[in-house]
């Protein structure tokens, strides 16, 4: 599957566009399939994202993991600090992205 | 210090409301990211991979209580409680919002800092010896040459549009602290046979994915031209450099291609034309600027005794406290490398203990290092006891100077979007195995350094030894690089064969310690070692 991320123009923060808006969290990313390019210069023009990208994933039972490291961390936060994190209560959470 | 002047602060107060309309112009949608993302580097704030984070310059890595509570307070307002200190001199700041950055930017301003010319094509903060004013082995304080260099430069038009970044570093002291060759420009000021000061001037240095040493190209230039000369330099790199391939646009590209012997020509013929147009400073201007770094009132009769009955005392006094210049005083250094933390990151808290300190211990001084610690220059030796009391109580009063857990990282894949692989973590593992005090200082000095990709932002090639973070196929992987220096040294690491995964790399690093154990000579340090046996020995140890 293929979804979207970028950060929020005011605040910086990585977010993934659930087809209608846009999340902070990875789980709530949809599917995009041919149709990235077009939604990103649409939501580029409304100034709600900021350097948005494609990014390949795929589907688990816990929601769209992307293909890459670097997307994972980003999805997650720094693997090195878990108390940054979106799941700061959870000191495993940095597994998830190796 | 040297305090702003009333244009000097004029300058940089318009600068943050030129940028908070620039920004309220980007939010309003009047201008897009390609036309905003060079207003934005012009003032220190990058997209990275969490988040916008703001590099903050510390001029020559000087700077006062006021300004440590400061950023200890934009740490705490504007961004996660922390800040992480670089390996120029900087600091920076992760979390940061577009819409609070000029505020934050007007939060420096009234402590006479700003982020101009952290990034971007142009002079960058200028580097020197974080114990410039304090070490027992300068000439002279080199930082009223850095601040002059810096004020010459700033807003100056020919520099404003360079064909890359450009970094200078300043020392007078034999032993380097600043990692000098490894810049484009280094100045390191000796003294002639008349006794005049001058500078030896290097050009051509830098690491990232073409590696170079600088030259030396000047033996000795008379102090007072150095403004021509440095024109000279810029004017050459800025005539010829290649503008078609961001690769090949920093200046020691420029001085390999065209030779050592043919920059120094041009350069030279140049000089010619700059001594003849007379742009170089009257020495009023020097000394106003100097007068600014004028000694603090050391006081006269004081004891070098230091009391060493408590041995964790007398441990941390032997690793991290350094020759002062002055009777009676010292430079303490505070490691910012507890292990298992992250190499440079300092809480808020410990930001104001140490502003407390330097005001108490140190007239107000605190100095920021290559090596992302931090420093107090000068301390007197009969207050090292009550300053260490409370460093320890801080968690600031680490012993390992220059030893294998003073592990410089960048932030590699943790927080950069540039980045194939992390570095934090590959540090603090390294950090975790070798935490026993008595193996690091049976091992003596060992400087590991790590980035997270060809950047080199971890001065990998300068490590004794290197780690490079590599990507392979998707999953993070690691070089080992054996043998370079940014001391006064300076060597190049080489590449030992194929790289490692996070849990092997950290083998192969204890491989290469035990290797060095078995071969080195009495006094040998893992360097001196490296250098006399070559890297086969070592090779073997890694790979078997
Ligand atoms: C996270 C944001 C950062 C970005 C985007 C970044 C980017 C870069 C890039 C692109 C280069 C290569 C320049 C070239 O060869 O032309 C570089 C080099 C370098 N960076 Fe960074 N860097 C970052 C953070 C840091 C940090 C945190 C440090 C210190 C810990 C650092 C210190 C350096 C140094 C010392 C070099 C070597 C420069 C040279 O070749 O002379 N950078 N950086
Ligand atoms: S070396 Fe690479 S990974 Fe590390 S900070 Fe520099 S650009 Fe980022």
Not at chain 2, 141 to 151: C, G, M, N, T, V
Not at chain 2, 430 to 438: G, L, S, V
Request: proline share 5%.
């Amino acid at each position: 599957m293929r979804i979207l991320t970028g950060n929020d123009l005011k605040s910086g923060a990585v977010i993934w566009w659930t087809g209608r808006d846009w999340s902070l969290h990875v789980e709530d990313a949809a599917d995009v399939g041919e149709h990235g390019e077009a939604v990103l210069a649409a939501e580029d023009g409304a100034r709600r994202v900021n350097g948005g990208y494609i990014v390949d994933a795929e589907q688990t039972a816990e929601g769209p993991r992307p293909a890459h490291i670097k997307d994972r961390i980003r999805a997650l936060g720094p693997t090195v600090r878990p108390d940054l994190t979106l799941k700061p209560a959870d000191p495993t959470a940095g597994d998830w992205v190796i | 210090m040297y305090q702003y002047d009333q244009y000097d602060q004029a300058m940089v107060d318009a600068r943050v409301e030129e940028f908070r309309d620039q920004v309220r112009r980007r939010l309003a949608g009047d201008i897009n990211d390609d036309q905003f993302k060079p207003l934005r580097l012009k003032n220190g704030l990058y997209l990275q991979l969490h988040a916008y984070m703001l590099r903050v310059a510390i001029p020559y890595g000087t700077f006062n209580s006021r300004q440590m509570r400061k950023l200890a307070h934009i740490a705490r307002t504007y961004d996660r409680g922390y800040g992480h200190f670089t390996t120029r001199q900087n600091i920076q700041y992760n979390w940061i919002k577009l819409e609070e950055a000029p505020d934050i930017l007007a939060e420096l301003a009234s402590v006479e800092m700003h982020a101009i010319q952290t990034s971007g094509e142009s002079i960058r903060n200028i580097s020197a010896d974080q114990y410039a004013g304090a070490a027992a082995d300068e000439i002279c304080d080199p930082r009223p040459w850095a601040e002059l260099i810096r004020q010459a430069t700033t807003f100056h038009p020919e520099f404003s549009y360079l064909p890359r970044k450009f970094k200078i570093a300043v020392i007078s002291a034999a032993e380097d602290r600043a990692a000098l060759r490894w810049h484009d420009c280094a100045l390191r000021i000796v003294r002639n046979e008349a006794g005049e000061e001058g500078f030896e001037v290097y050009a051509g240095g830098g690491m990232g994915r073409t590696p170079f040493i600088a030259y030396k190209i000047r033996d000795f230039l008379p102090a007072a031209q150095i403004f021509s000369y440095l024109q000279a330099i810029l004017r050459v790199w800025n005539l010829h450099a290649r503008r078609d391939n961001i690769h090949k646009q920093r200046m020691k590209i420029l001085v390999h291609e065209l030779g050592e012997e043919e920059f120094r020509r041009q350069v030279e013929e140049e000089f010619q034309t700059f001594l003849a147009l007379g742009t170089d400073f009257p020495q009023a201007e020097y000394d106003r600027i100097a007068a600014y770094f004028t000694p603090p009132p050391f006081e006269a009769g004081l004891s070098d005794d230091i009391d060493r009955s408590d041995p964790d005392f007398a441990l941390w006094v032997d690793r991290q406290v350094v020759a002062h210049k002055a009777p009676g005083y010292a430079i303490a250094n505070i490691s910012l490398k507890p292990v298992g933390g992250i190499p440079g990151d300092i809480s808020a808290e410990q930001m104001e203990l140490v502003a407390d300190l330097a005001e108490r211990y140190s007239f107000d001084e605190i100095r920021a290092t290559h090596a992302q610690n931090l420093v107090l220059p000068h301390v007197r030796k009969a207050d090292l006891y009550a300053l260490w009391q409370a460093l320890d109580a801080a968690g600031l009063a680490n012993v390992n100077l220059d030893l294998v857990t003073d592990i410089i990282a960048c932030p590699g894949l943790d927080y950069c979007t540039l980045a194939n692989a992390r570095s934090i973590p590959v540090a603090q593992k390294i950090a975790e195995r070798f935490a026993n005090m008595e193996r690091q200082l049976d091992i003596g000095e060992l400087k590991i350094k790590i980035s997270g990709c060809i950047n080199a932002c971890g001065h990998h090639h300068a490590g004794q030894i290197g780690i490079l973070g590599v990507d392979r196929k998707g999953t993070e992987n690691y070089q080992l690089l054996l043998g370079g220096s940014g001391a006064e040294d300076t060597s190049q690491a080489k590449i030992t064969g194929p790289g490692f995964d996070e849990a092997g790399i950290v083998d192969a690093v204890e491989r290469t310690v035990e290797r060095y154990r078995e071969l080195r000579e009495p006094g040998e340090r893992f360097l001196d070692t490296y250098r006399r046996v070559g890297l086969d020995p070592f090779k073997e140890a890694i790979y078997g």
